[in-house]
């Protein structure tokens, strides 16, 4: 790990002070003026200061003349106190801070930043209503948005713990006091600078190779494997059929008998009733199942790759040919059919060309730019070719039907039968529950006979919002819920855009819903009681009857849960929705008590990531209800232990967050919860430090570790990267 500027500036030769400090002078240089000095609002945008409170605090104590700009001498001697000066520098530096009141200090002033008479020097003490102003701002920096009631508690529970003799005031010496509990905080305390007010980091060194560690290998070698036989399987058929023709008839002939086989294999990667129903077979231990997205992506990119191989060969033969005495015209190649030129009809050069043209438009519209940037119906439309593409595979090769035979007939029948399943009999919408940031919570009838494991998803159809459309969620809802499904749907799309908007409008929900079942009536608020459903801020709550149609259920890594030993489950924002129907099975098993033993077999630790405060409010509630259920196990059958960041707030290291997370802490302390979520978890600032979350869980020794994800793709990519440091299997849920 590389350590903190003000830990590593301490150990600076004198010849690292020296690049250093050039170093600091040419980024001063980028930024200041004409004049070598660098205003209010310079100083704001290289401190990336979102509110202006602390950057005028900042920029008014480094402004040692009161001029209005800082210089670069200025800048330089604030910089020697924060990077190379002592604890107690700093300490100075963040009462001054706190002191806003403006007020000369009379004899001796406070060293360091301020002199006894500068107008920037404070009282010598922080008064409640001080605190109360610094607490605010740090709220807004943070943004963390409470209640003045609760601001006042917080100021309260801050002021007292560090009021030492209950003067009314706190010195610097109580302060001094109060943060000494904190040795870490004030060992690497920072203003939370651009990078141009810190020395950069020493080179790390390179680490070990991923591929030369054993967990890459327990989470890849499947895959690998496959990789292996499929590329090996591609250059038997280009062997068995490129010798039998010369020139680039071979290379045409080779690569067009390995497109029989890949473009079969496309159909075999999304039959998705079949793979789930492989995920309950000793085979799903040995394939790679739930890569097999990732599988179909990379055979696509080879069909793409070897048609334009096969089309150009291909067109070269056609050109050699048609440049010999008595041969039709290169174009007559390409664009009539004549007898004998292959495929039905002598049509082969053409549905060639009409299919390398589809090809190409389905790869395009198919890249991740198109699917997450809010088109993804462009995406789903154009992928509706595959049909098209088939029929002509079957006019174009004539031996492609043997490959297609039989994933073929596998492909029409799953489709087939969800068609007749999903039409059988329509279902409802009965209620809808509109979040923050944009989620809508659907509650939906649960069709007799549907069985899911939890973590599974299904494919939604809302003819209101568009007829022919269907796209995948996850069930948020537990398995025992018998009467329901949930689906939280984050707004990111067209389609999910229109659903929120639709159930925006009350005229387009039903006035006088048709009367739901007497089952449904009866047990929805049993149901309720027992997962702690409640309305949040900002939630819009409302019954209706709109049809909708499902398809599914399929299954994801996430089945794989109730199997370990100690499951890590991380999910950031959104992503919590598979791991909300995972928890919530577990309550009920503990609830009905049907299941309890098997509910506390394993342990686990379940991680919260979001943004901003609002998120949380998605599934608080369930939360509550699980910390309940926690506190009323003997400690031996405690199995859960719930982990929240926020990584809007900061931390306590910053300056303009320390004051702020110890007057939460203390609150949660006597109060006995957060005073963000109002779960008793306290909710940490910033992001998680991965390597000393996984070493934590790896000393715990509380039996096999996996490690299951739901996020955003850059995230999913670091943390599997820790995963095969610590030896930990990794499973990421895609969506």
Same mark, same amino acid.
């Given at each position: 790990?590389?350590?903190?500027?003000?830990?590593?500036?301490?150990?600076?030769?004198?010849?690292?002070?020296?690049?250093?400090?050039?170093? !600091?002078?040419?980024? #001063?240089?980028?930024?200041?003026?004409?004049?070598?000095?660098?205003?209010?609002?310079?100083?704001? +945008?290289?401190?990336? !200061?979102?509110?202006? #409170?602390?950057?005028?605090?900042?920029?008014?104590? #480094?402004?040692?003349?009161?001029?209005?700009?800082?210089?670069?001498?200025?800048?330089?001697?604030?910089?020697?106190?924060?990077?190379?000066?002592?604890? @107690?520098?700093?300490?100075?530096?963040?009462? *001054?801070?706190?002191?806003?009141?403006?007020?000369?200090?009379?004899?001796?002033?406070?060293?360091?930043?301020?002199?006894?008479?500068?107008?920037?020097?404070?009282?010598?003490?922080?008064?409640?209503?001080? %605190?109360?102003?610094?607490?605010?701002?740090?709220?807004?920096?943070?943004?963390?948005? &409470?209640?003045?009631?609760? &601001?006042?508690?917080?100021?309260?529970?801050?002021?007292?713990?560090?009021?030492?003799?209950?003067?009314?005031?706190?010195?610097?010496?109580?302060?001094?006091?109060?943060?000494?509990?904190?040795?870490?905080?004030?060992?690497?305390?920072?203003?939370?600078?651009? +990078?141009?007010?810190?020395?950069?980091?020493?080179?790390?060194?390179?680490?070990?190779?991923?591929?030369?560690?054993?967990?890459?290998?327990?989470?890849?070698?499947?895959?690998?494997?496959?990789?292996?036989?499929?590329?090996?399987?591609?250059?038997?058929?280009?062997?068995?059929?490129?010798?039998?023709?010369?020139?680039?008839?071979?290379?045409?002939?080779?690569?067009?008998?390995? %497109?029989?086989?890949?473009?079969?294999?496309?159909?075999?990667? @999304?039959?998705?009733?079949?793979?789930?129903?492989?995920?309950?077979?000793?085979?799903?231990?040995?394939?790679?199942?739930?890569?097999?997205?990732?599988?179909?992506?990379?055979?696509?990119?080879?069909?793409?790759?070897?048609?334009?191989?096969?089309?150009?060969?291909?067109?070269?033969?056609?050109?050699?040919?048609? *440049?010999?005495?008595?041969?039709?015209?290169?174009?007559?190649?390409?664009?009539?059919?004549?007898?004998?030129?292959?495929?039905?009809?002598?049509?082969?050069?053409?549905?060639?060309?009409?299919?390398?043209?589809?090809?190409?438009?389905?790869?395009?519209?198919?890249?991740?730019?198109?699917?997450?940037?809010?088109?993804?119906?462009?995406?789903?439309?154009?992928?509706?070719?595959?049909?098209?593409?088939?029929?002509?595979?079957?006019?174009?090769?004539?031996?492609?039907?043997?490959?297609?035979?039989?994933?073929?007939?596998?492909?029409?029948?799953?489709?087939? $039968?969800?068609?007749?399943?999903?039409?059988?009999?329509?279902?409802?919408?009965?209620?809808?529950? &509109?979040?923050?940031?944009?989620?809508?919570?659907?509650?939906?009838?649960?069709?007799?006979?549907?069985?899911?494991?939890?973590?599974?998803?299904?494919?939604?159809?809302?003819?209101?919002?568009?007829?022919?459309?269907?796209?995948?969620?996850?069930?948020?809802?537990?398995?025992?819920?018998?009467?329901?499904?949930?689906?939280?749907?984050?707004?990111?799309?067209?389609?999910?855009?229109?659903?929120?908007?639709?159930?925006?409008?009350?005229?387009?929900?039903?006035?006088?819903?048709?009367?739901?079942?007497?089952?449904?009536?009866?047990?929805?608020?049993?149901?309720?009681?027992?997962?702690?459903?409640?309305?949040?801020?900002?939630?819009?709550?409302?019954?209706?009857?709109?049809?909708?149609?499902?398809?599914?259920?399929?299954?994801?890594?996430?089945?794989?849960?109730?199997?370990?030993?100690?499951?890590?489950?991380?999910?950031?924002?959104?992503?919590?929705?598979?791991?909300?129907?995972?928890?919530?099975?577990?309550?009920?098993?503990?609830?009905?008590?049907?299941?309890?033993?098997?509910?506390?077999?394993?342990?686990?630790?379940?991680?919260?990531?979001?943004?901003?405060?609002?998120?949380?409010?998605?599934?608080?509630? $369930?939360?509550?209800?699980?910390?309940?259920?926690?506190?009323?196990?003997?400690?031996?059958?405690?199995?859960?232990?719930?982990?929240?960041?926020?990584?809007?707030?900061?931390?306590?290291?910053?300056?303009?967050?320390?004051?702020?997370?110890?007057?939460?802490?203390?609150?949660?302390?006597?109060?006995?919860?957060?005073?963000?979520?109002?779960?008793?978890?306290?909710?940490?600032?910033?992001?998680?430090?991965?390597?000393?979350?996984?070493?934590?869980?790896?000393?715990?020794?509380?039996?096999?570790?996996?490690?299951?994800?739901?996020?955003?793709?850059?995230?999913?990519?670091?943390?599997?990267?820790?995963?095969?440091?610590?030896?930990?299997?990794?499973?990421?849920?895609?969506?």
């Amino acid at each position: 790990p590389v350590p903190h500027p003000s830990r590593r500036a301490l150990t600076m030769s004198a010849g690292e002070d020296a690049a250093w400090l050039r170093w !600091v002078t040419k980024q #001063f240089g980028s930024i200041a003026g004409q004049d070598k000095e660098i205003d209010l609002e310079g100083f704001k +945008t290289a401190l990336q !200061v979102k509110e202006s #409170f602390f950057a005028e605090r900042f920029f008014a104590l #480094f402004d040692l003349d009161g001029s209005g700009t800082i210089s670069l001498e200025e800048l330089l001697k604030a910089l020697s106190l924060l990077v190379h000066g002592n604890e @107690m520098d700093k300490l100075r530096f963040l009462f *001054q801070v706190y002191d806003v009141d403006g007020e000369m200090v009379q004899g001796e002033g406070i060293s360091g930043f301020c002199g006894p008479c500068s107008p920037h020097a404070g009282s010598g003490s922080i008064d409640p209503d001080e %605190l109360r102003v610094v607490l605010r701002w740090c709220l807004q920096e943070s943004a963390i948005a &409470l209640p003045e009631e609760r &601001l006042t508690d917080l100021t309260l529970a801050l002021f007292e713990a560090a009021d030492k003799d209950h003067s009314g005031s706190i010195t610097f010496e109580e302060l001094r006091e109060e943060l000494e509990a904190f040795p870490e905080v004030m060992e690497n305390l920072t203003i939370s600078a651009a +990078t141009w007010l810190k020395p950069p980091p020493p080179a790390e060194r390179r680490p070990r190779p991923r591929c030369l560690r054993r967990a890459f290998w327990h989470n890849h070698g499947g895959a690998l494997r496959c990789l292996c036989g499929y590329a090996g399987l591609n250059l038997l058929l280009f062997a068995l059929a490129a010798p039998r023709h010369a020139g680039s008839l071979a290379l045409a002939r080779g690569c067009g008998q390995c %497109l029989n086989f890949n473009c079969a294999l496309l159909a075999v990667l @999304m039959l998705r009733r079949c793979l789930t129903w492989l995920r309950a077979t000793p085979l799903a231990k040995v394939l790679p199942l739930d890569q097999h997205v990732a599988f179909h992506q990379l055979v696509g990119y080879v069909v793409l790759a070897l048609a334009a191989a096969h089309t150009g060969a291909h067109v070269a033969n056609f050109s050699r040919l048609a *440049q010999q005495d008595g041969h039709p015209a290169l174009a007559e190649y390409l664009l009539q059919a004549r007898p004998g030129a292959g495929g039905l009809w002598g049509t082969a050069s053409q549905t060639g060309l009409v299919l390398q043209a589809l090809l190409l438009t389905m790869a395009a519209f198919s890249s991740p730019c198109v699917r997450r940037s809010g088109h993804f119906e462009v995406f789903y439309w154009t992928h509706f070719s595959y049909i098209s593409i088939w029929i002509l595979l079957l006019l174009h090769g004539p031996h492609f039907w043997k490959w297609f035979v039989v994933p073929g007939c596998l492909f029409v029948l799953e489709k087939a $039968l969800g068609l007749a399943w999903r039409r059988a009999r329509g279902l409802r919408i009965v209620e809808v529950n &509109l979040l923050p940031s944009k989620v809508t919570h659907l509650v939906i009838e649960r069709p007799q006979f549907f069985h899911y494991k939890p973590g599974d998803y299904i494919y939604l159809n809302v003819p209101a919002i568009a007829t022919y459309e269907w796209h995948p969620f996850t069930i948020s809802s537990a398995p025992e819920q018998q009467d329901t499904l949930w689906l939280h749907i984050r707004s990111l799309g067209q389609w999910t855009n229109k659903l929120y908007e639709y159930f925006q409008q009350p005229e387009s929900l039903s006035t006088e819903p048709k009367p739901l079942s007497r089952s449904l009536r009866e047990r929805r608020p049993q149901c309720r009681a027992q997962v702690g459903v409640s309305t949040g801020l900002g939630e819009t709550h409302r019954l209706c009857s709109i049809k909708c149609y499902i398809d599914g259920p399929y299954g994801t890594p996430t089945r794989r849960i109730f199997t370990s030993e100690h499951a890590v489950l991380i999910g950031a924002g959104i992503g919590i929705t598979p791991f909300a129907s995972i928890l919530q099975s577990i309550m009920y098993r503990l609830v009905l008590g049907s299941q309890s033993e098997a509910a506390v077999s394993f342990q686990v630790d379940f991680i919260w990531i979001n943004r901003d405060q609002k998120h949380f409010e998605w599934f608080v509630s $369930l939360l509550t209800r699980l910390e309940l259920e926690q506190a009323e196990q003997e400690p031996g059958g405690r199995f859960l232990e719930m982990h929240m960041y926020m990584t809007s707030a900061l931390g306590k290291h910053d300056m303009k967050g320390i004051g702020l997370q110890m007057a939460l802490d203390l609150l949660a302390a006597k109060e006995q919860r957060d005073s963000i979520t109002g779960l008793r978890t306290r909710t940490q600032p910033g992001r998680p430090d991965w390597s000393k979350v996984f070493g934590k869980v790896a000393e715990e020794k509380r039996g096999k570790v996996q490690v299951f994800f739901c996020g955003s793709p850059a995230l999913a990519k670091v943390i599997r990267v820790h995963c095969e440091r610590f030896g930990f299997p990794f499973f990421n849920e895609h969506f």
